[in-house]
Structures are given as C-alpha cells and as structure tokens.
C-alpha cells in the first residue's frame, strides 16, 4: 500500500533517487544524453535538503511512501509566474519508472491538489517539456488545460516547455480512483 505524506529531511536521499531515475527514463531522447548520464545522485540530495531547510512559506513536499521506500515526489508551492492567473504550481511531480502507470501519480496529483488548496491556493499551474507525451496525456487525463509555453535550459539546449492548468482545484481532488 502506497502512502502519501509530507516528505522530511531525511527522505533527501530517497527524493533524489526518484528525481534522478525519473529524468533519465522520462527524458530520454529530449535532454541531452550527456546530462542524463552525468546526474548526481548526492549533489541532487543536498540540493533538496537545502530547499527543504529553506522551504518559503506555502510550499511544501510529499512523498508517495511503498513500504518505507520512496518511490514517487511531489513539490508545490506559489506560482512563480505572476503574469499567470494561477495561486499554486506544482514545481515536480516524479516516480520511480517501476511505479508508473499503477494510479501513484494520480494520487500524488490529487493530494497535492488538497495541499495545495489547504494553503490558500485553489489554483494550480505547472510545466512540462513539450516533447514528454505521456506526462502531458496523464495532465490532461487530470483535467488539466493547456494555458502557456516558454523556453527551459537544460544541459545546455534550449526546450520547448508548455504549461497545463487548473483554474478550480476541487475536481482534482476527487478524481475517480482515488480514495478520499
């Protein structure tokens, strides 16, 4: 049984884990082959328990928890692009590629979408490389709409990222197959 709970320091290592292996077999074929291979597993690790020592104030990070293993992150918090009519984003949303397509990520969404709205945001935007198909079939399978797009760097190459919305986060929460 999967369970779903606001992530601790100590689950930086665990994070990371599901950050790196998820970039790898999701952007395979997007990003640079040489970034992929050169992820930093314990870099990656630090850098979260950084974020979560400083974490401002609304945003927060959950774990999807499989018997004491992380197998799945989520990060929410205000939206950084106030040119856009949206109160949250949901900066990541990661799973192990072990645990894709087994209903984690609609739960990870859903709980995400009730943070979210616990902390005064009943909207939510969040981006995605435009080439990631089946991260933007499941956005879009959640009712999500797409609202934006801009440019990201990674590894050095400029990629097309587009944004998907959700202007009323109450559907999200009760999405079919979820438990309340």
């Known amino acids: 049984m999967v369970d779903i709970r606001h992530a601790r320091i100590e689950d930086a290592d665990g994070i990371a884990r599901v950050w790196a292996e998820s970039w790898r077999a999701a952007y395979r074929g997007i990003v640079p082959d040489d970034y992929l291979n050169t992820i930093d597993v314990a870099e990656w690790a630090e850098r979260q328990r950084r974020n979560m020592e400083n974490q401002s104030v609304g945003s927060v990070s959950l774990i999807a928890d499989d018997g004491g293993s992380t197998v799945g992150w989520a990060s929410l918090g205000p939206n950084r692009m106030t040119d856009l009519p949206y109160a949250g984003e949901l900066y990541a949303i990661y799973l192990l590629p072990s645990h894709w397509r087994r209903g ?9 979408a009730r943070s979210s709205i616990e902390r005064g945001m009943d909207s939510m935007i969040l981006w995605v490389l435009s080439e990631n198909w089946p991260a933007r079939r499941f956005y879009e399978s959640m009712g999500g709409s797409l609202v934006s797009e801009h440019t990201y760097t990674i590894g050095g190459v400029s990629l097309p990222e587009v944004a998907y919305g959700w202007s009323e986060l109450g559907a999200l929460t009760t999405q079919a197959g979820v438990a309340e």
Do not use: N, V
């Open 104 to 112: 984690i990520g609609r739960l990870l969404m859903t709980s995400t």
